[in-house]
């Protein structure tokens, strides 16, 4: 515990150290998820971890909420080791951090009306008792993400996909956390919801100063949403920087592949993406790994090194990192640093 608090940073509110998550499957089959992740958030901060599906960003989020048990690593929240089992964690740490599911519908009971959803965190979490006090505290929750307080005695499966969602994040905002996981929260919202759910999140992380874990496979909506921009390729980090250096200066062919096939309408977007990069083939099987460099087998620019050795992150320019073989730049020590 003391290397941690030596050099704690007391704005720094997650502090990831070489998370790896493996799973075993029959016939000796292991599928490498996550494979030595460093990520630190900052009080306040959002932080966007992009990548396409099976990239290991909702592995993570697990790992850090407590559904998974990390194989290795170090998860640091608040300054205090998490630990790996979620029941021996202290009550306080679990309500300090909350988590926000992709499919609204499927993370509330549907039997019971939204106030009956929300009663459960706020006896929990707020220490209340008295029915009339966690009435009031459920209105009150059901006020501040935006929706009227007749929907504390609607059915989930009675108002629109928006509403549950915006429901779910009242629900995470009852035990008055730190941090909130957002894992693909607006995905599966139509267009018009979707910018609703995301200006609430933004004026409720004004408010009460919230850290956003954000996982998404959508960057245009990171470019006025994050704070930091990750993004993720087989359970690897590719490259790391603030979001206007990201989408200024993307340096990893990857996140270049994934920043030229966002879709665009106008010709001012059009200037904004890199040199266009044709998407090629489809992400390996975390269970049948590349050899060395896991993106090498879609890469245009790909070297004989990056077939046989994997790349060590560098810092190309001051809070930028990129894992390339290509990239020029500072080696960094991702076993003692945290990027």
Same mark, same amino acid.
Do not use: W
């Given at each position: 515990?003391?290397?941690?608090?030596?050099?704690?940073?007391?704005?720094?509110?997650?502090?990831?150290?070489?998370?790896?998550?493996?799973?075993?499957?029959?016939?000796?089959?292991? %599928?490498?998820?996550?494979?030595? %992740?460093?990520?630190?958030?900052?009080?306040? =901060?959002?932080?966007?971890?992009?990548?396409?599906?099976?990239?290991?960003?909702?592995?993570?989020?697990?790992?850090?909420?407590?559904?998974?048990?990390?194989?290795?690593?170090? /998860?640091?929240?608040?300054?205090?080791?998490?630990?790996?089992?979620?029941?021996?964690?202290?009550?306080?740490?679990?309500?300090?951090?909350?988590?926000?599911?992709?499919?609204?519908?499927?993370?509330?009971?549907?039997?019971?009306?939204?106030?009956?959803? $929300?009663?459960?965190?706020?006896?929990?979490?707020?220490?209340?008792?008295?029915?009339?006090?966690?009435?009031?505290?459920?209105?009150?929750?059901?006020?501040?993400?935006?929706?009227?307080?007749?929907?504390?005695?609607?059915?989930?499966?009675?108002?629109?996909?928006? =509403?549950?969602?915006?429901?779910?994040?009242?629900?995470?905002?009852?035990?008055?956390?730190?941090?909130?996981? $957002?894992?693909?929260?607006?995905?599966?919202?139509?267009?018009?919801?979707?910018?609703?759910?995301?200006?609430?999140? /933004?004026?409720?992380?004004?408010?009460?100063?919230?850290?956003?874990?954000?996982?998404?496979?959508?960057?245009? $909506?990171?470019?006025?949403?994050?704070?930091?921009?990750?993004?993720?390729?087989?359970?690897? $980090?590719?490259?790391?920087? =603030?979001?206007?250096?990201?989408?200024?200066?993307?340096?990893?062919?990857?996140?270049?592949?994934?920043?030229?096939? /966002?879709?665009? %309408?106008?010709?001012?977007?059009?200037?904004?993406?890199? %040199?266009?990069?044709?998407?090629?083939?489809?992400?390996?099987?975390?269970?049948?790994?590349?050899?060395?460099?896991?993106?090498?087998?879609?890469?245009?620019?790909?070297?004989?090194?990056?077939?046989?050795?994997?790349?060590?992150?560098?810092?190309?320019?001051?809070?930028?990192?990129?894992?390339?073989?290509?990239?020029?730049?500072?080696?960094?020590?991702?076993?003692?640093?945290?990027?």
């Amino acid at each position: 515990m003391e290397k941690h608090v030596e050099n704690q940073d007391q704005d720094i509110v997650l502090d990831i150290k070489n998370l790896k998550k493996y799973f075993y499957m029959p016939k000796g089959v292991v %599928v490498h998820a996550v494979e030595g %992740v460093n990520l630190q958030l900052k009080r306040g =901060e959002t932080l966007g971890l992009v990548g396409e599906s099976g990239s290991g960003k909702s592995t993570i989020a697990y790992d850090v909420i407590g559904m998974y048990k990390p194989t290795s690593g170090e /998860i640091i929240f608040n300054g205090e080791p998490l630990h790996p089992d979620i029941h021996k964690r202290p009550l306080k740490q679990k309500g300090d951090m909350q988590i926000v599911f992709q499919d609204p519908g499927s993370s509330m009971n549907p039997r019971a009306t939204i106030e009956t959803n $929300l009663a459960f965190p706020i006896k929990r979490h707020g220490g209340l008792k008295d029915r009339q006090a966690i009435h009031e505290r459920a209105l009150e929750l059901l006020r501040f993400v935006g929706l009227p307080e007749e929907y504390a005695q609607k059915y989930p499966r009675s108002i629109g996909g928006g =509403e549950r969602q915006l429901a779910c994040i009242a629900r995470a905002l009852a035990s008055n956390p730190k941090l909130i996981i $957002l894992d693909e929260p607006t995905s599966a919202l139509d267009v018009s919801i979707q910018a609703k759910v995301i200006r609430q999140l /933004i004026d409720l992380q004004k408010e009460l100063n919230l850290s956003y874990l954000f996982i998404t496979h959508d960057l245009s $909506l990171m470019r006025n949403l994050a704070t930091k921009v990750a993004i993720l390729y087989l359970g690897r $980090l590719c490259e790391i920087a =603030e979001t206007a250096e990201f989408y200024s200066t993307p340096m990893h062919p990857y996140t270049q592949m994934l920043l030229s096939s /966002i879709p665009v %309408v106008t010709e001012e977007e059009e200037n904004l993406r890199p %040199v266009k990069l044709e998407s090629r083939g489809e992400i390996p099987n975390p269970a049948n790994m590349p050899t060395g460099c896991g993106f090498h087998t879609r890469c245009s620019r790909c070297m004989e090194i990056c077939k046989t050795q994997h790349p060590q992150m560098k810092e190309v320019s001051p809070g930028h990192f990129v894992c390339c073989h290509a990239i020029e730049g500072k080696p960094v020590d991702t076993e003692a640093a945290v990027l």
